[in-house]
T-cell receptor, first 111, second 114 residues
Framework: QKEVEQNSGPLSVPEGAIASLNCTYS??????FFWYRQYSGKSPELIMS????GDKEDGRFTAQLNKASQYVSLLIRDSQPSDSATYLC???????????FGAGTTVTVRA | DGGITQSPKYLFRKEGQNVTLSCEQN?????MYWYRQDPGQGLRLIYY???????QKGDIAEGYSVSREKKESFPLTVTSAQKNPTAFYLC?????????????FGPGTRLTVL
């Protein structure tokens, strides 16, 4: 089992819709969770960090964490063409300084 | 401007050559990291350093070497022992190492073996 798994893409959504991205992780002791956005040919950009169960909102982005289910998600509301990118889920595994990354989900927002 | 710089942006290497990728940060971060990204895959950790003059191997350290002589700099050498070095190399830093420290990435170096 991979340490961090993301739902396979690509995900295509119409402009203005909600894009929902999912991520599961294997280490029950993981404490911190991050979402990065990566445009084609560019480096990852941190867009959300979440450490406690529940929802965290930042503009059009909402991260949701459920440690009991070992599940973290990212919602993008009112999707825009500029949101078209690959989204990487990263998890800080317990007792470790490293981040483990999922393979990413590519989102395409169609006008 | 605070940030992380990597150079060169593109690098071409002949078989059997060693090459060094530069990573500099002026964020006053203690921890620095090197990742490799292959097409369609997530990032894999090569080496990381929590403090000056100290570094640890990541998941795929074979064929790579690093140094951390200054807080601001964490160069990565890709040696001829690395069998498949063509990839996108990303340097990152965080304030300190630990569970809650956010990592920020430089722009990356794209290495191609000719």
């Amino acid at each position: 089992q991979k340490e961090v798994e993301q739902n396979s893409g690509p995900l295509s959504v119409p402009e203005g819709a909600i894009a929902s991205l999912n991520c599961t992780y294997s280490d029950r002791g993981s404490q911190s969770f991050f979402w990065y956005r990566q445009y084609s040919g560019k480096s990852p950009e941190l867009i959300m960090s979440i450490y406690s169960n529940g929802d965290k909102e930042d503009g059009r982005f909402t991260a949701q964490l459920n440690k009991a289910s070992q599940y973290v998600s990212l919602l993008i509301r009112d999707s825009q063409p500029s949101d078209s990118a690959t989204y990487l889920c990263a998890v800080n595994l317990s007792n470790d300084y490293k981040l483990s990354f999922g393979a990413g989900t590519t989102v395409t927002v169609r006008a | 401007d605070g940030g992380i710089t990597q150079s060169p942006k593109y690098l071409f290497r002949k078989e059997g050559q060693n090459v060094t990728l530069s990573c500099e940060q002026n964020l006053n971060h203690d921890a620095m990291y090197w990742y490799r990204q292959d097409p369609g895959q997530g990032l894999r950790l090569i080496y990381y350093s929590q403090i000056v003059n100290d570094f640890q191997k990541g998941d795929i350290a074979e064929g790579y070497s690093v140094s951390r002589e200054k807080k601001e700099s964490f160069p990565l050498t890709v040696t001829s022992a690395q069998k498949n070095p063509t990839a996108f190399y990303l340097c990152a830093s965080s304030i300190a190492s630990g569970a809650y420290n956010e990592q920020f990435f430089g722009p990356g170096t794209r290495l191609t073996v000719l």
